[in-house]
């Protein structure tokens, strides 16, 4: 079945680490997407990636980075300048244009201890 | 100026009613769509259903509805015959199709209790 891994389901973090979080997708899609969530509140764009070797920042880039080598696979690293990274991150991937919204993954809760 | 707003954080309904969630949004790109996702949980981002700016009907999917108003930017989720597998939160969000930056903006959730 086609969908969205991402990997670990959890992931603790010492200050002062950077780690990375998982996305594989098998779906084919063009555009992946980095989203992060704080509890009760709506999700915000980290990064996005439209192809293969392109990617641009969304509204709270600042302390993590991605790469895009391969279309399948969409990684995040968050780095030490996160200064506040414990939240829950969604990965997702669509068609370009596609009416029907993205898929998502089933997220990675991170956190900092 | 926020793109999607959800201005009720919580509400609650008995079992086998409906129940409408709000949703109001801004934009000035013509064409657009409209999307719900519900999020139980276990965190995974559920697609419910999605309503195209030129759309002329309602959309539909089984038990949920959107009830479009253009003119008023509103973009209601209804729930009919409420289970209490519904216990969610749920996601307004949309995506601008002419600006071509191909994201989708949330708004900050409706939590949905279903009383038995």
């Known amino acids: 079945d086609g969908g969205i891994t991402q990997s670990p389901k959890y992931l603790f973090r010492k200050e002062g680490q950077n780690v990375t979080l998982s996305c594989e997708q098998n779906?084919?899609?063009?555009?992946m997407y980095w989203y992060r969530q704080d509890p009760g509140q709506g999700l915000r764009l980290i990064y996005y990636s439209q192809i293969v070797n392109d990617f641009q920042k969304g509204d709270i880039a600042e302390g993590y980075s991605v790469s895009r080598e391969k279309k399948e696979s969409f990684p995040l690293t968050v780095t030490s300048a996160q200064k506040n990274p414990t939240a829950f991150y969604l990965c997702a991937s669509s068609l370009p244009r596609e009416h029907y919204g993205y898929t998502f993954g089933s997220g990675t809760r991170l956190t900092v201890v | 100026a926020q793109k999607i707003t959800q201005t009720q954080p919580g509400m609650f309904v008995q079992e086998k009613e409906a129940v409408t969630l709000d949703c109001t949004y801004d934009?000035?790109?013509?064409?657009?769509?409209l999307f719900w996702y519900k999020q139980p949980s276990s965190g995974e981002m559920i697609f419910l259903i999605y309503?195209?700016?030129?759309?002329?009907q309602n959309a539909t999917e089984g038990r949920y509805s959107l009830n479009f108003q253009k003119a008023r930017k509103s973009a209601n989720l209804v729930i009919s015959a409420s289970q209490l597998g519904d216990s969610a939160m749920y996601f307004c969000a949309m995506r601008e199709f002419q600006t071509g930056a191909n994201n989708l903006f949330f708004g900050t959730g409706t939590r949905l209790t279903v009383i038995p």
């Open positions: 779906l084919n899609h063009d555009a």
């Open positions: 309503q195209g700016s030129y759309d002329q």
């Open positions: 934009t000035s790109d013509p064409s657009y769509g």
